[in-house]
Nanobody, 124 residues
Framework: VQLQASGGGLVQPGDSLTLSCVTS????????FGWFRQAPGKEREGVSC?????????YYSESVRGRFTISRDNAKKSVYLQMNSLKLEDTAVYYC?????????????????WGQGTLVTVSS
């Protein structure tokens, strides 16, 4: 099973960016997915997650709520993170992760599979 994150880049404050996480070896319906980030010198932070159930429940950290949107396309075996109104403090390496769960998974330790990370740099 593999996760391949992409879509990072250098953007200006206020810009938008969409991260993609393409999976292989998963039946997405049975997995919850999460996006995490780690900024230089800081601990890893949970950004958003989406449940594995058909209702697609979502959760966002307070720092990104209202600006980021997580979604999944089971047919394309992909999970996305749409990031709008980016701020300097959103600069980090972003990781996607998968957990065999139908419900939301908040704890990073509960994620079994991780992608390699994609760098998002917000700079003026």
């Amino acid at each position: 099973v593999q996760l391949q994150a992409s879509g990072g880049g250098l953007v200006q404050p206020g810009d938008s960016l969409t991260l993609s996480c393409v999976t292989s070896g998963f039946i997405l319906d049975y997995y919850a997915f999460g996006w995490f980030r780690q900024a230089p010198g800081k601990e890893r932070e949970g950004v958003s997650c989406i449940s594995g159930s058909s209702d697609g429940s979502t959760y966002y950290s307070e720092s990104v709520r209202g600006r980021f949107t997580i979604s999944r396309d089971n047919a394309k075996k992909s999970v996305y993170l749409q990031m709008n109104s980016l701020k300097l403090e959103d600069t980090a390496v972003y990781y996607c992760a998968a957990s065999p769960s139908l419900t939301l998974v908040f704890d990073a330790e509960a994620y079994n599979y991780w992608g390699q990370g994609t760098l998002v740099t917000v700079s003026s």
